[in-house]
């Protein structure tokens, strides 16, 4: 997550110096902090695991990509210190789990998506006047269509500028309007953004921003990288056909795809 370390390198520039210090929980020990960060805005289509998965938009000041230097330019992941520097750390978000819905999305036939089979993520980017409007997520599994409940927001679970507003409100701390919100985060949708697809855990604070409490079952300590990595060795997820196009144009292909991919799994 770019937008959130001050880790990666800045625009040619190696993290490395000044000050990079390696983080102790890496059992590898090359991950690490460094004193010159990469600042830019940051669109999670889908961040999951088994039990639990978000959707969230973080804008920054400005668009394109800055360098930053030091704590008093990039902040850091350590609460306090979250909202220094030009990004939104924190994003408006949309997760089931975390909003009450627990029997939505999880491992097993009694969820409504279950993630012991298959399942195709579809996200719709709303307009209106031609403009970015707010972004919407919905699932397609057995050959079924599958909204999520209601998030009890309005707006039809549309992530929009009014959802934001309400989920911040009561989430309480909202940095996604105190760096432009949506008017922002459009700047850099029509500005353009690279699509990373990414498997990782993390060193900062055990994946519990996801994983635990009341974002998720999982136990705080088992996000751990130092033990994570040797109790699940051979861990893996796939990706398959990745598509795009206008509203509803994509899913006879997606529901031809997740055919054969059932039939293969079978």
């Known amino acids: 997550m770019l937008n959130a370390l001050a880790t990666s390198s800045g625009k040619g520039k190696a993290n490395i110096k000044p000050e990079w210090v390696p983080n102790k929980k890496d059992p590898n020990h090359n991950i690490g902090e460094g004193g010159r960060g990469h ?12 039990f639990s998965t978000q959707t969230a938009m973080h804008p920054m000041d400005t668009t394109g990509q800055i ?13 306090g210190e979250r909202n220094i520097g030009p990004t939104d750390r924190n994003g408006c978000f949309a997760n089931p789990y975390a909003f009450g819905h627990k029997k939505f999305y999880g491992p097993g036939s009694d969820y409504s998506v279950n ?3 298959p399942f195709a993520v579809i996200t719709e980017f709303r307009e209106k006047n031609g403009e970015f409007y707010g972004m919407y997520q919905y699932y397609m599994q057995d050959g079924k269509t599958i909204h999520p409940p209601d998030f009890g927001f309005g707006n039809d679970n549309v992530m929009n500028s ?14 996604f309007n105190a760096h432009g919100g949506i008017g922002q985060f459009i700047k850099s ?7 990373v697809l990414s498997y990782w855990d993390d060193m900062e604070s055990n994946m519990n921003w996801l994983d635990s409490g009341k974002l998720g079952p999982c136990d705080p300590s088992h996000g751990d990288p130092a033990t994570l990595r040797q109790k699940h060795p051979d861990a893996r997820f796939d990706i398959r056909h990745v598509r ?11 529901l031809e795809s997740m055919q054969e991919i059932e039939a293969q799994v079978v």
Do not use: P, R
């Open 67 to 79: 360098v930053c230097e030091g704590l008093k330019e990039c902040g850091s992941q350590k609460e």
């Open 162 to 175: 009014d959802f934001c507003k309400k989920v911040l409100s009561a989430d309480g701390a909202d940095y």
């Open 115 to 117: 993630t012991n089979k």
């Open 244 to 254: 795009y196009g206008k509203i509803g144009t994509t899913h006879a292909a997606t």
């Open 39 to 50: 600042c830019c805005a940051e669109l999670d289509i889908w961040e999951a695991n088994k």
């Open 189 to 195: 949708v029509n500005n353009g953004m690279t699509m």
